[in-house]
Each structure stands twice: as C-alpha cells, then as structure tokens.
C-alpha cells in the first residue's frame, strides 16, 4: 500500500506570496492532519479534516488555511508569506483520526521563504 | 495542560552500547502513546505505540517502551545500538481533538 505522499517536497517563496501544498493520503484514510515543524518550536499542529469537514485548528493565523476533497486529499494554503513560515510542513493520515488512532506521516514540504 | 516532555536534547552513545530516551507526559484521560523516528530531511516513521494492556511494548528495528502510569512515562530502550538509528526520536500523545502533542525531541548521535 503506497503511503502518505506529499507535493512538492521543496518550495523557495519570496515574503508577501502565497503557497499551495498538497497531501495524498494512505488509501482508505479519511483523516489528513498537518503539522509545521521548525528547529525552534519542534512539531506543532495546524489542523485536522475528515471527510472534507475541519474538526480541530492549531494556534496558528488566519493566513494558513487548508481544505480536504472527497477524495481525502488535502492541500494547505499560507497566505502573505512571512520569513518565520519557512518550516518543513508535514502532512500525516490516519483512519478516523481519534485519539488512539495511528497517524502515518509523509517526507513533508520544505518550504524557505526569502 | 496536555504535554509531552523529553527532557534530554542531545544524546550520544557508542555502537553496541544500550540506550534509553526518556518521554514524560501530562494527560487527563487513558493516554495513547507513540514513538515515531525522523532521519534528516525526511518524515517521521512510527516505532511503536502503547494503547492498553502489555506495558512492555515492542516495536520496529529492535525497539521497545516501556509505559509507566505511576511515573506518567514512557521511555523508549535497546539493547545494543547500530550507526543507522542516529536520527531524531519524537514521543507523541494521541489527544481526544484530534491531534498529537509531541515532544521536542532527542537527537541521538552514535559513535563508531
């Protein structure tokens, strides 16, 4: 079964433009969370989807936005990009998405913005 | 509050040495424990995970973590480490909204 694939894995941006990522989920996951990792706040969560519905949002600006199609495929948008942004995005499936439910992660997107 | 503790930044240990890397949690309810580890540049790839019964958990490349409720920890152990499992080890609790809180991570070095 292929795994989490995310695209692109590398993105330069200039401060002031916008990005799109976008996550593949394992076949049969209906759960995509994303999460920012950078050397000075370790892994924090933006957000959850399932089934094309927002359930829970990290404590992060307005200007990341995501969305999940029918299909479970999820992109996540940063609006206005601020030097601070640049991070690995990390996109991560899961059946259902409880509490207890096993969430498998792909390579992530190094984003760098200048 | 929710939280996850790995108090040890850094590690390094000698090929064939055993290792531990400590994980302390904070969480209301049943905890739902993870190990994952991330090689440089990549993503991370579960080790192992606790959710009830056994607290002796075995995972993948010869790891295995040990649950403790009395001491809220879950500390991750092998017996004798190899050059390839230099990388970073993240431990994670599953939360009742739908995300994990990590750790921030133990960065282990393995010297020849």
């Known amino acids: 079964k292929a795994g989490v694939t995310q695209t692109p894995r590398y993105l330069i941006k200039t401060r002031g433009q916008q990005v799109t990522l976008s996550c593949s989920p394992i076949s049969g996951h209906r759960s995509v969370s994303w999460y920012q990792q950078t050397p000075g706040q370790g892994l924090q969560f933006l957000f959850e989807?399932?089934?094309?519905?927002?359930?829970n949002k990290g404590n992060f600006p307005g200007r990341f936005s995501g969305r999940q199609f029918s299909n479970s495929r999820s992109e996540m948008n940063v609006s206005t990009l601020e030097l601070g942004d640049s991070a690995l995005y990390l996109c991560?499936?899961?059946?259902?998405?409880?509490?207890?439910?096993?969430?498998?992660f792909g390579p992530g997107t190094r984003l760098t913005v200048l | 509050a929710q939280s996850v503790t790995q108090p040890d930044i850094h590690i390094t240990v000698s090929e064939g040495a055993s290792l531990e890397l400590r994980c302390n949690y904070s969480y209301g309810a049943t905890p739902y424990l993870f190990w994952y580890v991330q090689s440089p540049g990549q993503g991370l790839q579960l080790l192992l995970k606790?959710?009830?019964?056994?607290?002796l958990v075995q995972g993948i490349k010869g790891f295995e973590a040990e649950f403790k409720r009395s001491q809220s920890s879950f500390n991750l152990r092998k017996p004798s480490v190899h050059w390839s499992d230099a990388a970073e080890y993240f431990c994670a609790v599953g939360t009742e909204t739908y995300k994990y809180i990590f750790g921030t991570g133990t960065r282990l070095k393995v010297l020849a």
């Open positions: 606790y959710f009830s019964g056994d607290t």
């Open positions: 989807y399932f089934s094309e519905t927002q359930r």
């Open positions: 991560a499936s899961s059946l259902a998405g409880g509490s207890g439910d096993t969430q498998y």
